[in-house]
């Protein structure tokens, strides 16, 4: 700040006219001016000698440096002004203004005791220690560019009184300012540690009642976050007046906070634990005790903003017991808050101790086991032991600080705490900054909630937005469509459905708010666009709005419904937001009449709105042009009013009509009443006879197995000859195994109770997908075999070794897989396909199922391949032998057969998830995936001649032995020597193991 360079003084003199005429002679070296306020009560120069009475005057003193002097004399010259005048005795003189001079020429005024700017002068000029004009200051100091206007006066006596009435409820609080004088009278509140005063509007929570000779202040639903100093300040003769009132608000149950606030403890594992309450910071005196308090230990410690008492049990409890955190202020109710703890007895079923995330202790089945959050996060982490002692999903409900307190502020605005038009551009900027922290569903839901309560506030309080407002909004809007937060969209929809119908809703109110001299605005972004201008006075065209967000090519506005609105010279704003992705965030509800059909929706919203003199008209026609997708398409809007609130796709004035071009489908909607356009297109995601069809071949795949099954059983003995023949029907018995549970595991997911909850139907899915893909993994052993064997002829492998490499292959290697899918979607509600016990279709059949699967058959190819180039020029001087030279042979007809079979089949799954609307490739999908048992039994058993040779020997003549094999996928197997023929069944079998 620029030094002092000057100081003056406005002095009130006091005169009394007496009889005896005197003479005033200055002793100070002051200039003597009068001031430019009005002085006080004049003397009538017409009285006559002898008259006595009393006058005030103001004057102003300056002094050229910075000292003033101690103190200052009666005898002074009266100004200039009162010539006309007889000198009168100067009786009385006292201080009321004091004015430092800055370099800059400002001068910073200050009133001394008793004395205030009044409130002309109060409201026209800043205060001094900002540059802007306090609604909440007292007047007690004023900055001036140039000589100052005024002077500080004495204040009035006024008869006021603020009493609080305490006949209503406690959660209720009810101020009365008992004045008949009062004018512009405001209410503010100023919690404790903090200067700020926030004013105080009508809210949700806030009302304000006026009558003659008083006025009131009324708070509903009161929480510890309306105690403080409530100030009412008005005006009364003249002047800025304020009375307080210290309000302290007790705390609830509710605001007592427990960790835990259940707990089953193993005293085998841990002989103490800690239990904590903490309450918030508040200027009431409160004491917390725990009880029992035997065998324990209590401890006090601060937060930034709450108290906390923990106690510290040193000694497991005997039986199961409750302790009681009790918390007592001087004249209140206690508040108490019990913790029941859970001694784990022998033979209880628990979860086993785990470390997943944070710690988990050993936890009794049907229990809760909780954490407390890490650093700047509230909220807790919880676990569900399950009833058969396995642990459930974890349940985050950690919030970022910030956010949780950003979203209190926007509570609170809405209840009736600060300015909108200050607070709301605020707290939209700060938001923008937290969405990239955001980790948790409960992050995002607390946004969500927070632009949901600023668009209450702007649309009761009618604020306008700035172009700055608009774009951090519109920012954070993109930040939160964005993909890599889309897996907290699920889990936080599955606790709030509703939770994108208020968002959209929320982001609809928020953009008409733009203020219309901001016009035009444009904001462009991956998953935001927006355009807003003003209408011209003149388009016979109308308006008309382009796009390049596919399939949506261009909105139009008719002239004539346009027209009305302009032709009285009224400013015509439009605004046209698309936002992308959202429609996959919005509940599947429709209005009667759409239910019967499943839908799939273009990923997009079109919100169009007309507002004129800041009015919002919902009556005008929309032409909307879409590019041609396949399927039936739906011309619907989002009604926020469907489904108890919840809302839902309607189609009520919307129709599809021919658009000009070819390619192109246009919607035409008569009303834009929160008008969100929206494709909806006929798939075949649900298709009953693709159903009766898959379900119809798992059955006979089922059964095909199941005879596979009983024809090894028979033929075995007769086809492990060596370990070639060992490696590859050991291959093709796991194939069968591996692929009837999988079978089994379908068939029987539909009459599992489905969702994230149900571990059944966790089980199912994962089931299905391990044993599927343990079926194609076992099959990569065996094509690996057949390389190995007739690659490195002369580096053969035990055949316990390669048994176990195929083991680790065929099972352990798809376990990997399973595993990991489930630890990695489960927790983003990714997992599960909607409605059913199978992987979800949204991706991550493509990624966890698809993709190996393609890659597996891939390898095959290759492996087939190499393999055949190998046979058709072997080398001079290696070979297998004959027998195995045989065996071989029969692998590579089995691959031969069975990886164009398996290629093809997920070739075109790969082809219906990408394109879900081809009917043609759903059904040879479905057709080869889910007869692939029956392809087993045909090209394993049925086709091969020696199969059924042996199979007519075995039932024909008893002990007559069979070279049947019977999992072979290929053709006939060559016929063994004749000296394998002639041993006996027992004598092969050793000659086996010893091989």
């Known amino acids: 700040m620029a030094s002092l360079a000057l100081s003056q003084l406005l002095l009130a003199m006091t005169l009394l006219r007496l009889e005896l005429e005197s003479t005033f002679v200055p002793t100070v070296q002051s200039e003597l001016k009068p001031s430019a306020g009005n002085s006080g009560q004049q003397l009538n120069p017409n009285n006559g000698v002898g008259e006595s009475a009393l006058v005030s005057s103001y004057v102003q003193l300056g002094f050229p440096n910075r000292t003033q002097p101690q103190q200052l004399p009666k005898n002074l010259t009266l100004p200039a002004a009162w010539t006309f005048l007889r000198p009168r005795m100067l009786t009385a003189l006292g201080l009321t203004t004091?004015?430092?001079?800055?370099?800059?020429?400002?001068?910073?005024?200050?009133?001394?005791?008793?004395?205030?700017?009044?409130?002309?002068?109060?409201?026209?000029?800043?205060?001094?220690?900002?540059?802007?004009?306090?609604?909440?200051?007292?007047?007690?100091?004023?900055?001036?560019?140039?000589?100052?206007?005024?002077?500080?006066?004495?204040?009035?006596?006024?008869?006021?009184?603020?009493?609080?009435?305490?006949?209503?409820?406690?959660?209720?609080?009810?101020?009365?300012?008992?004045?008949?004088?009062?004018?512009?009278?405001?209410?503010?509140?100023?919690?404790?540690?903090?200067?700020?005063?926030?004013?105080?509007?009508?809210?949700?929570?806030?009302?304000?009642?006026?009558?003659?000779?008083q006025a009131g202040l009324r708070v509903t639903s009161l929480s510890r976050y309306w105690t403080g100093t409530y100030m009412s300040i008005f005006e009364a003769q003249g002047f800025r007046r304020r009375l307080d009132r210290v309000v302290q608000v007790p705390l609830k149950t509710e605001d007592v906070v427990r960790l835990p606030d259940e707990l089953s403890i193993s005293c085998a594992a841990s002989t103490g634990f800690q239990l904590s309450c903490c309450i918030p910071l508040t200027k009431l005196n409160y004491t917390a005790l725990w009880s029992p308090g035997e065998g324990s230990q209590a401890s006090l410690y601060n937060t930034s903003d709450s108290q906390c008492l923990v106690l510290t049990v040193q000694r497991c409890p005997a039986a199961?017991?409750?302790?009681?955190?009790?918390?007592?202020?001087?004249?209140?109710?206690?508040?108490?808050?019990?913790?029941?703890?859970?001694?784990?007895?022998?033979?209880?079923?628990?979860?086993?101790?785990?470390?997943?995330?944070?710690?988990?202790?050993?936890?009794?089945?049907?229990?809760?086991?909780?954490?407390?959050?890490?650093?700047?996060?509230?909220?807790?982490?919880?676990?569900?032991?399950?009833?058969?002692?396995?642990?459930?999903?974890?349940?985050?409900?950690?919030?970022?600080?910030k956010i949780l307190s950003l979203c209190l502020e926007a509570q609170l605005l809405l209840e009736g705490q600060g300015k909108p038009d200050e607070e709301v551009p605020r707290i939209l900027r700060e938001l923008q900054g937290q969405v990239g922290v955001a980790s948790t569903s409960s992050d995002l839901r607390e946004m969500l909630r927070t632009v949901t309560f600023l668009a209450s506030v702007v649309a009761e309080t009618r604020t306008e937005l700035t172009d700055s407002a608009l774009k951090d909004l519109l920012t954070t809007t993109d930040k939160i469509l964005d993909g890599n937060i889309s897996a907290l969209w699920t889990l936080a929809q599955a606790q709030e459905p509703s939770m994108g119908s208020d968002f959209l809703a929320a982001v609809e109110t928020l953009v008409h708010s733009l203020s219309p001299q901001r016009h035009p605005f444009l904001f462009r972004s991956s998953n935001v666009f927006l355009q807003s201008q003003l209408l011209p006075h003149t388009s016979p065209s109308g308006y008309q709005m382009s796009f390049s967000a596919w399939p949506l090519l261009q909105a139009q506005i008719p002239w004539h419904s346009l027209a009305p609105l302009v032709e009285n010279g009224t400013n015509v704003s439009i605004t046209s937001l698309v936002l992308q992705k959202l429609d996959h965030r919005l509940p599947s509800h429709y209005i009667q009449g759409l239910w019967n059909t499943p839908y799939a929706t273009p990923g997009l919203i079109l919100v169009v709105s007309i507002t004129a003199d800041g009015q919002a008209f919902t009556k005008a026609e929309l032409l909307i042009d879409f590019a041609d997708v396949n399927g039936t398409l739906h011309c619907v809007f989002w009604d926020h009013s469907l489904h108890q609130g919840q809302g839902g796709w309607s189609d009520k004035g919307c129709q599809v009509q021919a658009a000009n071009a070819s390619t192109a489908t246009q919607c035409f909607c008569r009303h834009l009443t929160a008008f969100s356009i929206l494709m909806s297109q006929h798939t075949v995601l649900e298709n009953p006879t693709l159903d009766l069809l898959s379900q119809v071949g798992v059955g006979a795949s089922v059964l095909a197995l199941l005879l596979c099954l009983v024809i090894y059983r028979l033929v075995w003995g007769m086809v492990v000859r060596n370990k070639v023949a060992f490696f590859r029907h050991a291959a093709l018995y796991n194939m069968v195994i591996c692929l009837l549970v999988a079978d089994a595991c379908f068939l029987g997911s539909p009459f599992v109770p489905s969702g994230h909850h149900s571990l059944p139907c966790l089980a199912t899915a994962f089931l299905c997908h391990f044993f599927y893909l343990a079926t194609f993994f076992w099959m990569l052993a065996q094509a690996l075999v057949l390389a190995h064997q007739l690659l490195f002829v002369f580096h053969q492998l035990s055949k316990y070794l390669v048994l176990s490499l195929m083991v680790i292959l065929g099972y352990l290697c798809p376990l990997g897989f399973a595993g990991a899918t489930l630890g990695l979607y489960l927790p983003q509600g990714k997992y599960l396909w909607e409605g059913k016990c199978l992987l979800s279709g949204d991706g991550v059949t493509l990624h966890a199922f698809s993709e190996p699967v393609l890659a597996i058959v891939t390898v095959n190819a290759l492996v087939l391949v190499i393999v055949v180039l190998k046979l058709l020029r072997p080398s001079l001087s290696e070979g297998p032998p004959s027998e195995k030279r045989h065996a071989l042979m029969g692998v590579l007809k089995a691959l031969l057969i069975l990886t164009p079979i398996f290629g093809l089949t997920w070739a075109l799954g790969v082809a219906v998830i990408v394109d879900q609307g081809s009917v043609v490739f759903q059904y040879v999908f479905t057709i080869l995936n889910s007869f692939q048992g029956v392809f087993i039994l045909v090209f394993g058993c049925l086709t091969d001649k020696k199969v059924l040779e042996?199979?007519?020997?075995?039932?024909?003549?008893?002990?007559?032995?069979?070279?049947?094999?019977?999992?072979?996928?290929?053709?006939?197997?060559?016929?063994?020597?004749?000296?394998?023929?002639?041993?006996?069944?027992?004598?092969?079998?050793?000659?086996?193991?010893?091989?």
């Open 98 to 213: 004091e004015c430092r001079v800055k370099q800059d020429g400002t001068r910073l005024c200050f009133c001394l005791p008793g004395y205030r700017w009044n409130a002309r002068l109060c409201s026209l000029y800043p205060t001094c220690y900002s540059d802007v004009r306090s609604e909440s200051d007292l007047c007690r100091c004023r900055s001036f560019h140039g000589p100052a206007p005024g002077y500080c006066q004495s204040l009035p006596p006024v008869s006021a009184d603020l009493t609080l009435d305490s006949q209503l409820p406690r959660d209720t609080l009810n101020l009365i300012l008992k004045t008949a004088e009062a004018t512009n009278l405001r209410w503010y509140l100023q919690h404790p540690h903090n200067h700020k005063r926030i004013f105080l509007r009508p809210g949700t929570n806030v009302f304000q009642m006026s009558t003659q000779g």
């Open 320 to 401: 199961d017991t409750t302790y009681t955190c009790t918390v007592h202020s001087p004249h209140l109710p206690p508040l108490v808050a019990p913790v029941s703890i859970t001694v784990i007895q022998d033979g209880d079923t628990t979860c086993p101790e785990d470390f997943s995330v944070v710690a988990w202790n050993v936890t009794k089945a049907g229990f809760v086991a909780q954490a407390p959050c890490p650093v700047n996060k509230r909220g807790m982490v919880k676990r569900l032991c399950g009833s058969d002692g396995i642990w459930g999903p974890i349940q985050n409900s950690c919030t970022e600080a």
């Open 950 to 995: 042996a199979l007519r020997k075995r039932f024909r003549f008893r002990g007559t032995q069979s070279s049947c094999s019977a999992l072979s996928l290929a053709t006939n197997e060559t016929h063994t020597s004749e000296h394998g023929k002639e041993r006996s069944e027992h004598a092969s079998y050793e000659e086996r193991v010893a091989d």
